[in-house]
């Protein structure tokens, strides 16, 4: 192995094989390795934030040194990582090549480059386990664990699924697996992997620090952070599947209005075009979208289009696109993406033209009329199959750079709206990759069931999503696949609402069945042939739950300024919304086995009803003093409490 110090980048070359090491950010450090004869020029998911670093080579070993951080590289190319001196993370190798290896026979080493075709590779990265050490973050999964630890995690993107490969770790550092393309993270017990099906190199990315709080500041600071939240937006977002016409839009608004409610966004969802593609209102049942939009603003109300970027082959914007080379391209048969309701390809967001043609679209459409925020569905691109080997994009196989598609999509339209000198930007997307945060993306948690065990599940998603640096998520209230006749619905929606209240952003939507109410139209196609739910509104499931919502609406209203600042920390420094408790404590050990209750902002412990029929529960209260919100009882920290839940109470503490 031979070393060298090249401008504060630390080398190293042994046969095919060339590891280089640098100083990236504050107390940071990326790390490269390529069996070709170059390293590529993509910083990925990076910002470039390189500088000087602390560098020594001897006869055996180098280090090199960036703050708080180090790596160590011996001489047979392992690397060891430490903060402060302490070691935090260890390459896994059972090889001839490795001293004090204990299995040398195995020949399993910390890094393989297995090659595919050209200057691709199938890249396995491992690195050795620690016992007792917890991992948080990766994005969003649909499953109830918060550690991750043991966990096997698919790096693709799906409906409900969105993969954020940066996690953090009780020992003190976080770490990014630079890296678009479609793979595996497994956090064994044994050791940790990585896998990449199609990538050039390895690149990842390491950081250590004292605290959860500087390791997301300074992850954000490499990754980008999201921008000022609009005031405007704090408040109740009203959608469901779907509003059909614009006078359905009108009277929902009107009603508001009528009852005295705040309504801060209405949404308007799918099917109000003639051909996905189209990106433009059906005038059948939209024939004023500017009368409409002028009247939301004076209700104070901003209204919101779903945008698809699915184009069907009778789209009016087909032939352009295909012609010019906008699509997605399938790499063998028919060019088809997803066939939900027509014979579709979908937009390519990894193309620069791509990206203007379908914000022109929008703003022709939409943004002239007074639409002036998008619902970017169906983001992570949805395939009919997720076979991502049969797809192609701009820069290269959807294997190799697919899992960064929702990023580019929300950059589409928020690079878009800039160039309107627009200021109040906020878009909701359905999926999310590293750094989407600065597009001003509000990620929700996608197309679930309305059910207790999916409510629980969104507790951990949206915490880990927040550790992966996305500040700004929701989910659907009372889920999105639900019906009103399920007897235990109108309680699952009241918890429901409970959490959202608490969550960055209040959203009602849903999918209410049953579907019986008959279509506009008899067609295959246009803006009256889709079917729609159930009223969705909060006075839609009786005056016992209408009093509930409306009570948790204040609440949160009366809160907004508190609201308005946590999202101003999340600019600042990277900080969640929705804290896991250890992120506020991490000087408390209990803190770090809770996955039941959170923080929102630095401020107020929410402990939400996750559970059918349960009318108390168990609150762990951190050192201090706390004030129950709902009964201004105040409890001494550092113990578990047995707090009242009654169906109109979620258990909240005041930190004073």
């Not at 619905?489 to 209410?512: K, T, Y």
Request: some cysteine; aromatic content about 14%.
């Amino acid at each position: 192995m031979k070393f060298f110090d090249a401008n504060s980048k630390l080398t190293a070359r042994y046969r095919n094989e060339t590891l280089m090491v640098e100083a990236w950010g504050t107390n940071a450090l990326r790390v490269r390795a390529t069996q070709n004869a170059e390293f590529s020029s993509n910083d990925n998911a990076l910002e470039h934030l390189t500088g000087p670093a602390e560098i020594s080579i001897t006869e055996h070993s180098a280090v090199i040194r960036n703050g708080k951080i180090s790596c160590m590289i011996n001489e047979n190319g392992w690397m060891e990582f430490y903060s402060n001196d302490k070691l935090i993370l260890k390459e896994y190798y059972r090889d001839f090549n490795g001293a004090n290896c204990h299995s040398p026979s195995m020949k399993l080493t910390a890094r393989e480059f297995k090659p595919v075709s050209g200057s691709d590779y199938r890249i396995t990265a491992r690195f050795e386990a620690v016992p007792g050490e917890k991992i948080y973050g990766m994005g969003q999964y649909q499953q109830s664990e918060l550690d991750l630890k043991g966990c096997i995690l698919e790096l693709a993107q799906r409906n409900s699924q969105i993969s954020i490969p940066f996690y953090i770790s009780n020992l003190g550092y976080g770490f990014l697996w630079n890296n678009a393309g479609i793979g595996e993270a497994v956090f064994g017990a044994n050791y940790t992997q990585w896998h990449s099906k199609l990538s050039e190199e390895l690149d990842y990315w390491i950081t250590a620090d004292d605290t959860p709080k500087k390791l997301l500041e300074n992850y954000t600071e490499v990754t980008g952070r999201a921008p000022e939240f609009p005031e405007n937006a704090l408040g109740l977002w009203q959608c469901k599947l779907r509003y059909r016409t614009q006078e359905e839009v009108l009277e929902v608004a009107r009603e508001y209005k009528r009852r005295g409610i705040p309504l801060d966004v209405i949404v308007i969802d799918f099917f109000h075009w003639i051909r996905q593609g189209d990106w433009s209102f059906d005038p059948e049942y939209w024939p004023d979208p500017k009368a409409m939009t002028d009247e939301l603003k004076e209700m104070g109300v901003r209204c919101m289009v779903s945008i698809w970027p699915t184009v069907d082959r009778k789209s009016v914007n087909f032939k352009e696109m295909f012609d010019n080379g906008l699509m997605i391209r399938t790499e063998r048969g028919a060019m088809q993406c997803f066939d939900f309701q027509g014979d579709t390809v979908i937009y390519d967001a990894l193309n620069p033209e791509a990206r203007r043609f379908i914000w022109r679209k929008a703003k022709e459409n939409y943004y002239d009329n007074g639409i002036d925020m998008f619902w970017l569905d169906e983001a992570e691109p949805e395939y009919s199959a997720y076979d991502h080997e049969h797809f192609r994009h701009y820069t290269g196989s959807a294997l190799k750079v697919g899992n960064s598609y929702p990023k580019e999509h929300a950059r589409a339209f928020y690079e878009g709206m800039k160039s309107e000198n627009r200021t109040d930007i906020v878009n909701l997307l359905r999926c999310a990759w590293v750094g989407s945060q600065k597009y001003a993306a509000l990620v929700w948690s996608g197309d679930i069931r309305s059910n207790f065990t999916a409510l629980r599940d969104q507790l951990s998603a949206g915490l880990n999503i927040g550790i992966a640096g996305i500040p700004w998520w929701v989910s659907d209230t009372g889920g999105f696949f639900g019906d009103i006749r399920d007897e235990h619905f109108n309680e699952l929606l009241i918890r429901w609402f409970q959490f959202s209240a608490f969550c960055p952003v209040l959203r009602m939507h849903g999918d209410r069945g049953p579907h019986d109410i008959p279509r506009l139209s008899n067609l295959d196609y246009g803006g009256g042939f889709s079917d729609t739910g159930q009223p969705n509104e909060l006075w839609s499931y009786g005056e016992t739950v209408y009093k509930i919502l409306k009570k948790y609406l204040d609440i949160r209203l009366g809160m907004k300024l508190y609201i308005k600042s946590v999202m101003d920390e999340a600019s600042k420094n990277g900080s969640p919304v929705i804290r896991t408790m250890f992120y506020e404590f991490p000087d408390d050990k209990k803190c770090w086995d809770i996955d039941d209750q959170y923080m929102f902002g630095p401020k107020y412990l929410v402990a939400p009803i996750l559970y059918q029929g349960m009318t108390e529960r168990e609150v762990y209260l951190p050192q201090g003093q706390w004030k129950d919100i709902h009964s201004n009882a105040v409890h001494k920290g550092a113990q578990t409490i047995t707090a009242p839940a009654p169906i109109d109470i979620i258990p909240v503490f005041e930190k004073i």
